[in-house]
């Protein structure tokens, strides 16, 4: 389910115009097509019976987590003032991005308008636009918020997934012969 949310919400993003990067959009599909492959690796193994497959799945899975749970804890544990570096850094590495936040945030300039620079927002020719860095610190805080906490309860899914499949991997097929070594 949460590959296909990845999926779906990534090209919506993308055909709605709301990223314009589509480098990100193409790493959140990857990304949802692999979990949709492993997700269907933990239902095969589970319907086959197959241990093999159910370890490997329990693995992955893991691994899931672990990376899950770093990046989700990351998004929690951050402060403004290292949030405030890095969007000034995601600031400066792309005309383009900053072209779409100003026009979607009503805003030019990150911390100022530099003189000699036009700006695509509404408020420009009035002279009117206040920087843009405290809407996007507003804004980027809520998603951070937002997304560690829904990461949070979605590792902990994972790591019952890799409870359970530890804990019934082991059992027999009840449709296979009991007179059969395994």
Same mark, same amino acid.
């Given at each position: 389910?949460?590959?296909?949310?990845?999926?779906?919400?990534?090209? !919506?993003?993308?055909?709605?115009?709301?990223?314009?990067?589509?480098?990100? =959009?193409?790493?959140?599909?990857?990304?949802?097509?692999?979990?949709?492959?492993?997700?269907?690796?933990?239902?095969?193994?589970?319907? %086959?019976?197959?241990?093999?497959?159910?370890?490997?799945?329990?693995?992955?899975?893991?691994? =899931?987590?672990?990376?899950?749970?770093?990046?989700?804890?990351?998004?929690?544990?951050?402060?403004?003032?290292?949030?405030?570096?890095?969007?000034?850094?995601? !600031?400066?590495?792309?005309?383009? #991005?900053?072209?779409? =936040?100003? %026009?979607?945030?009503?805003?030019?300039?990150?911390?100022?308008?530099?003189?000699?620079?036009?700006?695509?927002?509404?408020?420009?020719?009035?002279?009117?636009?206040?920087?843009?860095?405290?809407?996007?610190?507003?804004?980027?805080?809520?998603?951070?918020?937002? =997304?560690?906490?829904?990461?949070?309860?979605?590792?902990? #899914?994972?790591?019952?997934?890799?409870?359970? #499949?530890?804990?019934?991997?082991?059992?027999?097929?009840?449709?296979?012969?009991?007179?059969?070594?395994?």
């Amino acid at each position: 389910m949460v590959s296909l949310l990845m999926i779906g919400i990534a090209a !919506w993003g993308k055909w709605f115009g709301l990223v314009s990067s589509f480098q990100v =959009v193409g790493c959140i599909i990857a990304v949802g097509v692999f979990l949709f492959f492993v997700a269907g690796a933990g239902l095969i193994g589970a319907m %086959k019976h197959h241990q093999v497959l159910l370890f490997f799945y329990m693995i992955v899975l893991f691994m =899931v987590f672990i990376v899950q749970f770093s990046v989700s804890s990351a998004c929690l544990a951050i402060n403004r003032e290292q949030q405030d570096q890095l969007l000034e850094v995601g !600031w400066n590495n792309s005309r383009s #991005t900053q072209r779409d =936040v100003e %026009k979607s945030l009503n805003c030019c300039g990150f911390r100022q308008l530099e003189p000699n620079r036009t700006c695509d927002a509404a408020c420009f020719p009035n002279h009117s636009c206040l920087p843009c860095a405290e809407k996007i610190q507003e804004h980027a805080g809520e998603v951070l918020r937002f =997304v560690g906490g829904i990461g949070l309860f979605f590792s902990f #899914t994972e790591i019952l997934g890799v409870w359970l #499949t530890y804990h019934y991997r082991n059992q027999k097929d009840p449709r296979a012969n009991p007179s059969a070594f395994l």
